[in-house]
């Protein structure tokens, strides 16, 4: 059965101590698996580890957490130009994570809000630029925050098919974004018994829009909930979704996979 985990972080500092382990584990058990930078700092560090492995692919880009290293009132061009230099290596299959997350906003003023909120869209579109420029595809952080970033993504029509990561909006978004030509990663909340919503958004969509991923070291899969994630345990993710659709789970490694070397081109 071929797995591809098309999410993780494996430059987080919790992999610090046993990161080879990781990787050998992960060779073993998975075609590919990619890791996403979340500031300039990772993506740099994720692309020489991607090159230093030949399963292991990156993608490069600041979060929307993080995006005060790339805008604030305006796009700091210094960085943009690292972050495109980074692109050019093989190993580089996406730009992402990138996006928008207000998940956070609840305890600041209005004009704190206001000046983020600035800054996400700022950061998010150039870096949908530079996908673009570059004719990569784009992997979207989208958390409380689905409204502005498909209008977004109405303004901003990618050159690539691009992917929706950890995806938790709803069906009626979901047909929108699928209309706009993107796909849809599930993680760890998948496998959740209490995670309606996103199961219902997986018995809608067409198994050819889905992908998996573990976003690890964090969202950690049934039955290691709680404990550190890793690659590896994309298995139980694709377990969940078989489960959900109605098919096997062969079925599910097999059609993900696919999806996941056409859009990455693996
Ligand atoms: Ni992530």
Same mark, same amino acid.
């Given at each position: 059965?071929e797995?591809?985990?098309v ?5 987080d500092?919790?992999f ?10 992960s060779?073993?058990?998975?075609s590919?698996? %990619?890791t996403a930078?979340?500031? =300039?700092a990772?993506s740099?560090? @994720? +692309?020489?580890? #991607?090159?230093?492995?030949?399963? !292991?692919?990156?993608?490069v880009?600041v979060?929307p ?6 805008a ?14 980074l692109c050019e ?14 998940h956070?906003?609840q305890d600041k003023?209005?004009?704190?809000i206001?000046?983020?909120?600035h800054?996400?869209?700022l ?5 949908l ?19 502005d ?8 029509? %990618?050159?690539?098919e691009?992917? =929706?990561?950890?995806y938790?909006? @709803? +069906?009626?978004? #979901?047909?929108?974004?699928m209309? !706009?030509g ?13 995670a ?9 969509l067409p198994l050819?829009?889905i ?9 950690t899969?049934?039955?290691y909930?709680?404990k ?16 959900i ?6 079925e ?8 996941a070397?056409r859009?990455f081109r693996?």
């Amino acid at each position: 059965m071929e797995l591809i985990d098309v999410h993780g972080h494996l430059v987080d500092e919790m992999f610090e101590e046993d990161l080879e382990n990781v990787i050998a584990n992960s060779d073993e058990n998975l075609s590919f698996y %990619l890791t996403a930078g979340v500031d =300039l700092a990772s993506s740099e560090k @994720s +692309v020489s580890l #991607a090159e230093k492995h030949k399963k !292991l692919y990156a993608t490069v880009g600041v979060h929307p957490e993080d995006v005060f290293d790339l805008a604030c009132d305006e796009v700091d061009k210094d960085k943009l130009h690292k972050l495109l230099k980074l692109c050019e290596s093989k190993k580089v299959v996406a730009v992402g994570e990138i996006g928008l997350d207000y998940h956070y906003l609840q305890d600041k003023t209005a004009e704190e809000i206001e000046k983020i909120k600035h800054a996400q869209k700022l950061a998010f579109e150039s870096q949908l630029d530079m996908a673009n420029m570059l004719k990569l595809p784009v992997v979207i952080h989208s958390r409380d925050a689905m409204g502005d970033t498909i209008e977004i993504l109405k303004r901003n029509k %990618l050159e690539r098919e691009s992917l =929706l990561h950890c995806y938790s909006g @709803s +069906v009626e978004s #979901a047909k929108i974004l699928m209309e !706009l030509g993107f796909s849809f990663s599930f993680g760890g909340v998948a496998t959740f018994k209490n995670a309606k919503n996103v199961q219902e958004v997986i018995k809608f969509l067409p198994l050819n829009k889905i992908m998996l991923e573990t976003d690890c070291p964090y969202m950690t899969p049934e039955p290691y909930r709680g404990k550190r994630n890793e690659p590896k345990n994309v298995v139980y993710v694709a377990d969940a979704i078989a489960r959900i659709k109605g098919v096997s789970i062969e079925e599910v490694a097999r059609v993900t996979t696919e999806n996941a070397k056409r859009m990455f081109r693996l």
